[in-house]
């Protein structure tokens, strides 16, 4: 007879519908109005691991016509389906999938990951496919807006630059080069 109050041991929740739980075993207790009570036979809530979508590229500096091999690197979950997208199209659906970019530019892949469970995840990276350098002969310090900055086009991370004046002196080194320099000799900027 009602009304009828829930509890479920080892909870605060009152209501005969679980929401939200972590893993555990839970056991409901139901109490009609005159103090009858009814214990449940303990129910066992599983939950079911969540991919974290993650994949390598390699080689890591990529040039025009490289092989890029891209390899699933998933924790937390381990996936059963895998679908491999660039440029706008399907490139494999394995563990791992490859492509060869034949220009320079920036390119998205994507990973969709499932697991037998039906969890997905997905990530996107970036592709940097690196052109031909190139390097200018002139670096002006007059403001015009025209070689103002000694900029390398198509420059790789982690470029280390040393420029020297005609008579071999060090002007300007650096280990990471930005392409910020703007043509002050290292001796002037002291």
């Known amino acids: 007879s009602g009304p009828i109050t829930y509890s479920w041991a080892g909870t605060g929740l009152t209501s ?5 739980i972590p893993a555990g075993t839970y056991t409901l207790t139901a109490v009609d109005a ?3 009570q009814t214990v449940g036979t303990p129910i066992v809530v ?4 969540i991919p974290l979508a993650d994949f390598t590229i390699s080689p890591t500096l990529v040039l025009p016509n490289d092989l890029v091999v891209f390899t699933d690197a998933t924790t937390n979950a381990v996936p059963t389906s895998w679908i ?3 440029e706008s199209a399907i490139i494999g659906n394995g563990n791992t999938a490859n492509h060869t970019y034949t220009t320079e530019g920036n390119y998205t892949v994507t990973l969709i990951v499932e697991t037998a469970s039906g969890c997905t995840d997905t990530v996107v990276k970036t592709v940097v496919v690196f052109g031909e350098l190139i390097i200018p002969n002139v ?4 403001n015009d807006g025209v070689n103002d ?5 198509n420059l790789k991370p982690n470029t280390k630059l040393f420029v020297q004046n005609r ?3 060090l002007v300007f080194e650096s280990d ?4 910020d320099w703007k043509g002050i000799d290292k001796a002037m900027a002291l």
């Open 139 to 142: 670096v002006t310090r007059n």
């Open 149 to 153: 900055i000694f900029e390398i086009k």
């Open 176 to 179: 990471n080069y930005l392409n």
């Open 167 to 169: 008579w071999g002196n």
């Open 84 to 86: 491999w997208i660039t």
């Open 16 to 20: 005969l519908n679980l929401n939200g």
């Open 46 to 49: 599983t939950t079911t691991p």
């Open 34 to 36: 005159f103090g009858c």
